[in-house]
């Protein structure tokens, strides 16, 4: 089970805007950042849809969490 202090803290670096989602365009910054720069829009699209409860092509914080918690 993962720390959910940390895993806030990681939420809300990834979340560059912090409105409270993470895009796919967010996600593959983060992952560039990290220094994974083969990541495309388009394969952070498909991280994201598999970790997307709603199906609204966002993820929420809940929604990392549950990811973190498998």
């Not at 089970?1 to 365009?25: N, P, Q, Y």
């Not at 983060?30 to 849809?49: C, P, R």
């Given at each position: 089970?993962?720390?959910?202090?940390?895993?806030?803290?990681?939420?809300?670096?990834?979340?560059?805007?912090?409105?409270?989602?993470?895009?796919?365009?967010e996600?593959?910054?983060?992952?560039?950042?990290?220094?994974?720069?083969?990541?495309?829009?388009?394969?952070?699209?498909?991280?994201?849809?598999?970790?997307?409860?709603?199906?609204?092509?966002?993820?929420?914080?809940?929604?990392?969490?549950?990811?973190?918690?498998?």
């Open positions: 089970m993962a720390d959910i202090e940390v895993a806030r803290k990681e939420f809300k670096r990834i979340d560059a805007d912090g409105d409270g989602f993470i895009t796919a365009a996600f593959k910054t983060a992952l560039a950042q990290e220094g994974d720069w083969n990541v495309t829009e388009s394969v952070a699209e498909v991280l994201i849809s598999a970790r997307d409860l709603d199906g609204d092509k966002l993820l929420s914080f809940d929604e990392f969490w549950a990811h973190l918690n498998k």
